[in-house]
């Protein structure tokens, strides 16, 4: 099928309409340019610690020879990391792919049935977890594939003495490592250890072989894992340097990464994009706590910053954020959930850079739609399709429609997913026979190109830019004894762009709000847990008996618009 391409004659200076997809067979072999290339460069910062790409190199291949020679893992066996941003995330990530492993990146906040069913479904053989979350792992492993348990505190690889004080603090001074048992488990810096007397293995890898099962939610309310290959990803990697090349320079950059790494966002365009740029990503392990940020931010002459919404309007509103330098701002990159035009513009005022907004879905790994580097101001798009990318609006019937109608956002390129794990049926739903991506969202496309999102087709929620997807939140609650029927959708909230309300019927007339929200806290992940809790003696239905979430969504904005 050929479609229109408007957007090429709007690509800015020095970005190419199609990458070169043969540049490199996987993400190790781009890695050892990197290597090469920026060796006494400083890669990773945390917490005062600096490591630099020959040191990333070391240790990375030490802990890759710890999962083939003394574990004796082989290429394609899946390796779920548990872990915020520290240190120990880019080692054992580019451990894992060295090795030729299958990367499972895993929500640090996950509850024990979460954490189960992406184990489970992945079968994952190995975890590295940091100990403040290794008793949900400790209550759930027993029902998993999981042989292997490498467990680090945050501060192992600050050095001493620092590592020690840090640790100390963490688990005595703030209890904030419950117990847990977990026997046969490795420490981090022992793996190390273990690692450096083994060869680094050097599997053949292809763009086709598996990189990451990179789950997302889906409408079926189970988390699926989207196959991303070393195509994909490395695909992904060239079309965003395409893109932030002409204003990035190679070995100079310094990006803030306060995004968690394991969120397919902050994996592509900071990890890797400006890994290959031989920059410096400078590791935020706590963004919520935002004095302690910005005192962060004070350190380092950072160059460029990725962030959702909530994260930059989190920033806008705390004291001392105007006071920060700016002078080497040059890259502000906007996605996860779309940035409201409020933000955008104190963002630009503030520091004096456009806040770009991108657009893409974990299916694809994510980069789909970028604004160009020299736009002016916030515009209220997407952006254009990134090279080698085609974008198209499809009607209800599967068919394309004209620039300027709207319709469902289709999606090709070499950055689209393989499929989904295991699921035939949802990958058949979600990709054409011919490679187009469903994505779900409601979207134009202008004559210039330009994609603009109008709706979610999906009832999927977007809270702080991650997914929430009503009938996973629906299937736990109902869960409860107490509880004869449950909705949950989206209503707007000021501080994370959306947050999740529940309409719930009693079964028990004794079930009160308190108590719901406490089974909650068991079941759910925090972003995924209610707001707010309305109770009704009955749900709004069609005619077979499905429950009308857009209704129950209409209502609520109305009556929080109407004045009581």
């Given at each position: 099928?050929?479609?229109?391409?408007?957007w090429?004659?709007?690509?800015p200076?020095?970005?190419p309409?199609?990458?070169?997809?043969?540049?490199y067979?996987?993400?190790?072999e781009?890695?050892?340019e990197?290597?090469?290339?920026?060796?006494?460069?400083?890669?990773?910062?945390?917490?005062?610690?600096?490591?630099?790409?020959?040191?990333?190199?070391?240790?990375?291949?030490?802990?890759?020879?710890?999962?083939?020679?003394?574990?004796?893992?082989?290429?394609?066996?899946?390796?779920?990391?548990m872990?915020?941003?520290?240190?120990?995330?880019?080692?054992?990530?580019?451990?894992?792919?060295?090795?030729?492993?299958?990367?499972?990146?895993?929500?640090?906040l996950?509850?024990?049935?979460?954490?189960?069913?992406?184990?489970?479904?992945?079968?994952?053989?190995?975890?590295?977890?940091?100990?403040?979350?290794?008793?949900?792992?400790?209550?759930?492993?027993g029902?998993?594939?999981?042989?292997?348990?490498?467990?680090?505190?945050?501060?192992d690889?600050?050095?001493?003495?620092?590592?020690?004080?840090?640790?100390?603090?963490?688990?005595?001074?703030?209890?904030?490592?419950?117990?847990?048992?977990?026997?046969?488990?490795?420490?981090?810096?022992?793996a190390?250890r273990?690692?450096?007397?083994?060869?680094?293995?050097?599997?053949?890898l292809?763009?086709?072989?598996?990189?990451?099962?990179?789950?997302?939610?889906?409408?079926?309310?189970?988390?699926?894992?989207?196959?991303?290959?070393h195509?994909?990803m490395?695909?992904?990697?060239?079309?965003?340097g395409?893109?932030?090349?002409?204003?990035?320079?190679?070995?100079?950059?310094?990006i803030?990464?306060?995004l968690?790494?394991?969120?397919?966002?902050s994996?592509?365009?900071?990890?890797?994009?400006?890994?290959?740029?031989?920059?410096?990503?400078?590791?935020?392990?706590?963004?919520?706590?935002?004095?302690?940020?910005?005192?962060?931010?004070?350190?380092?002459?950072?160059?460029?910053?990725t962030?959702?919404?909530?994260?930059f309007n989190?920033?806008?509103n705390?004291?001392?954020f105007?006071?920060?330098?700016?002078?080497?701002?040059?890259?502000?990159?906007?996605?996860?959930m779309?940035?409201?035009?409020?933000?955008?513009e104190?963002?630009?005022k503030?520091?004096?850079?456009?806040?770009?907004?991108?657009?893409g879905?974990?299916?694809?790994?994510?980069?789909?739609?970028?604004?160009?580097y020299?736009?002016?101001?916030?515009?209220?798009?997407?952006?254009?399709?990134?090279?080698?990318?085609?974008?198209?609006?499809?009607?209800?019937?599967?068919?394309?429609?004209?620039?300027?109608?709207?319709?469902?956002?289709m999606?090709?390129?070499?950055?689209?997913m393989?499929?989904?794990?295991?699921?035939?049926?949802?990958?058949a739903?979600?990709?054409?026979?011919?490679?187009w991506?469903?994505?779900?969202?409601v979207?134009?496309?202008d004559?210039?190109?330009?994609?603009?999102?109008?709706?979610?087709?999906k009832?999927?929620?977007?809270?702080?830019?991650?997914?929430?997807?009503?009938?996973?939140?629906?299937?736990?609650?109902?869960?409860?004894?107490?509880?004869?029927?449950?909705?949950?959708v989206?209503?707007?909230?000021?501080?994370?762009?959306?947050?999740?309300?529940?309409?719930?019927?009693?079964?028990d007339?004794?079930?009160?709000?308190?108590?719901?929200?406490?089974?909650?806290?068991?079941?759910?992940?925090?972003?995924?847990?209610?707001?707010?809790i309305?109770?009704?003696?009955?749900?709004?239905?069609?005619?077979?008996?499905?429950?009308?979430r857009?209704?129950l969504?209409?209502t609520?904005?109305?009556?929080?618009?109407?004045?009581?």
């Amino acid at each position: 099928m050929s479609i229109e391409q408007p957007w090429l004659a709007r690509y800015p200076e020095g970005v190419p309409a199609e990458i070169d997809l043969n540049s490199y067979a996987s993400i190790p072999e781009m890695l050892e340019e990197t290597f090469r290339q920026f060796a006494d460069r400083p890669a990773y910062a945390n917490m005062g610690k600096v490591l630099n790409y020959r040191q990333l190199e070391q240790l990375s291949g030490q802990f890759a020879g710890y999962l083939t020679g003394q574990l004796n893992l082989v290429k394609g066996d899946r390796i779920a990391l548990m872990m915020p941003n520290v240190l120990q995330y880019p080692i054992a990530l580019l451990g894992a792919l060295r090795a030729g492993l299958v990367v499972v990146n895993t929500n640090p906040l996950y509850t024990g049935r979460e954490l189960q069913h992406q184990l489970k479904d992945a079968g994952a053989k190995a975890i590295v977890v940091v100990e403040n979350f290794a008793a949900t792992l400790a209550s759930v492993i027993g029902q998993t594939d999981v042989r292997h348990v490498v467990v680090t505190g945050i501060g192992d690889l600050l050095g001493f003495p620092k590592a020690q004080l840090v640790n100390f603090v963490l688990r005595k001074v703030k209890k904030m490592v419950p117990a847990f048992s977990l026997p046969g488990a490795v420490k981090f810096t022992d793996a190390l250890r273990l690692g450096a007397s083994q060869p680094v293995p050097r599997p053949s890898l292809s763009h086709e072989d598996l990189a990451f099962l990179q789950y997302t939610g889906g409408t079926t309310g189970v988390a699926k894992g989207a196959m991303l290959s070393h195509g994909n990803m490395v695909a992904n990697l060239l079309q965003t340097g395409a893109w932030v090349g002409p204003v990035a320079t190679p070995g100079q950059e310094i990006i803030i990464t306060a995004l968690p790494l394991y969120h397919i966002f902050s994996l592509t365009a900071n990890c890797f994009t400006f890994m290959r740029l031989g920059g410096l990503n400078y590791l935020i392990t706590n963004p919520r706590d935002m004095p302690g940020f910005i005192k962060e931010l004070k350190k380092v002459p950072f160059t460029a910053m990725t962030g959702v919404n909530t994260l930059f309007n989190g920033l806008l509103n705390t004291p001392g954020f105007d006071e920060l330098d700016f002078s080497h701002l040059k890259l502000t990159l906007g996605g996860g959930m779309a940035v409201q035009r409020s933000v955008a513009e104190r963002w630009k005022k503030a520091t004096g850079c456009t806040l770009l907004e991108a657009y893409g879905l974990t299916e694809t790994a994510p980069a789909a739609c970028i604004n160009a580097y020299d736009i002016k101001a916030y515009n209220g798009s997407i952006g254009l399709p990134i090279s080698s990318t085609q974008a198209a609006i499809w009607s209800e019937q599967n068919e394309p429609l004209p620039l300027g109608e709207v319709g469902e956002l289709m999606i090709k390129g070499p950055q689209v997913m393989q499929g989904y794990w295991q699921r035939p049926d949802e990958t058949a739903k979600t990709l054409s026979p011919d490679g187009w991506l469903h994505t779900g969202d409601v979207a134009r496309i202008d004559a210039d190109g330009l994609v603009y999102i109008v709706d979610r087709k999906k009832d999927m929620i977007l809270v702080s830019g991650f997914n929430v997807y009503p009938n996973e939140v629906e299937d736990a609650v109902m869960a409860h004894p107490g509880v004869a029927e449950v909705a949950a959708v989206g209503v707007p909230d000021e501080h994370s762009g959306e947050a999740v309300k529940l309409f719930v019927v009693k079964r028990d007339p004794k079930l009160t709000v308190e108590a719901l929200k406490a089974f909650c806290r068991d079941n759910l992940t925090g972003y995924k847990r209610p707001k707010t809790i309305e109770f009704r003696d009955s749900l709004p239905k069609s005619n077979v008996g499905k429950i009308l979430r857009r209704e129950l969504r209409d209502t609520s904005s109305t009556s929080s618009r109407t004045p009581h």
